[in-house]
């Protein structure tokens, strides 16, 4: 999948993955318990947004709006974080 198709996508959480927020922490685990991910603020606001609606590139716009990032450093990240909750199976790109 090239950069500007994954941008298009919309990834969505995987059946069963939730996010929980501890005191100290917040975790996301998969559907049979099988993986937990301790994540930054920014990371769960991302799985939040892995709904099936919202596409990758409108996580970056959310992102560059919200912060003082770069759009090309903004991509990078969300990219990054994507990826690795794709690797633990807790979201999927459709």
Not at 17 to 32: C, F, H, N
Not at 33 to 41: D, L, M
Request: charged letters at 25%.
């Amino acid at each position: 999948m090239t950069a500007e198709s994954r941008l298009d996508s919309r990834p969505v959480r995987s059946p069963g993955a939730a996010l929980e927020r501890k005191t100290r922490r917040t975790l996301i685990r998969s559907g049979d318990g099988g993986v937990v991910v301790s994540v930054n603020t920014s990371a769960a606001a991302l799985f939040e947004l892995c709904d099936g609606a919202t596409t990758v590139g409108e996580m970056v716009t959310a992102v560059c709006d919200a912060s003082s990032i770069p759009l090309v450093q903004a991509e990078g990240d969300v990219l990054r974080t994507l990826d690795e909750l794709e690797k633990s199976g807790l979201i999927i790109f459709e």
